[in-house]
């Protein structure tokens, strides 16, 4: 719903930097999440951002640009436990939560 | 830390069946949510509720109906289980919708024959 968009699988290399990008519909956009979520578990929460600009968890970092609906998740030295699928989510109107698909995330040595 | 358990986590059922899915958040959260989750779709909201004995729909609520009798507990049910809710069922918990995050439970992966 809401034509929330992301890659549907990345891989990258441990030690790496890697950036999952998120798009979204800027109309009636309220906030941003983040999730990670292991193979056969839940989601767990990685960040929220409502205003623009970087927020910065150590090693995961999450930016926001409102009105280019455009979010993306950063992750540095990469390890092997970050491979994950990676959901991006937005609430709009207040109530009403969508996700997008998901990215998967290889680590390899 | 934030709990949230759910019945089962395998759950095998024949269509036709009646199905009972439970929820139970112990952090007297008001916003319970239930999710399904299939491959390629992503987590799709089935219905949500914000308060005792008060539901609404999601995007997908059609086969499915929920009961909150009480503040901690979120049920899902399937009237008649058919072979397309076979899926990941995914309750969450939260203080409020638009600004706090939501707490997931581990899952229940149903599997209707």
């Known amino acids: 719903g809401q034509n929330i968009d992301q890659p549907t699988e990345m891989t990258a290399t441990e030690g790496a930097i890697v950036q999952i990008n998120c798009t979204y519909q800027?109309?009636?956009?309220?906030?941003l999440f983040w999730y990670q979520q292991h193979a056969g578990e839940a989601p767990t929460f990685l960040s929220y951002n409502v205003l623009d600009g970087l927020e910065e968890k150590g090693r995961f970092s999450s930016f926001l640009s409102r009105s280019k609906g455009y979010s993306y998740l950063l992750l540095k030295e990469l390890q092997m436990k970050d491979s994950a699928s990676y959901l991006c989510a937005v609430i709009y109107n207040f109530n009403k939560f969508y996700f997008g698909s998901g990215t998967k995330l290889n680590v390899k040595p | 830390d934030v709990k949230v358990t759910q019945s089962s986590r395998y759950l095998v059922k024949r269509t036709g069946e009646k199905v009972f899915l439970e929820c139970v958040q112990d952090m007297d959260h008001e916003n319970m949510f239930w999710y399904r989750q299939d491959p390629g779709l992503g987590l799709r909201l089935i219905y949500f509720?914000?308060?005792?004995?008060?539901?609404e729909k999601g995007d997908i609520p059609e086969g499915y109906s929920v009961s909150r009798e009480k503040k901690e507990r979120f049920s899902l049910i399937l009237e008649s289980a058919s072979t397309n809710q076979t899926s990941m069922y995914l309750c969450a918990s939260s203080y409020s919708s638009d600004q706090e995050t939501q707490y997931f439970g581990p899952g229940t992966r149903l599997l209707v024959l």
């Open positions: 800027t109309s009636g956009f309220n906030g």
């Open positions: 509720s914000y308060d005792v004995k008060m539901k």
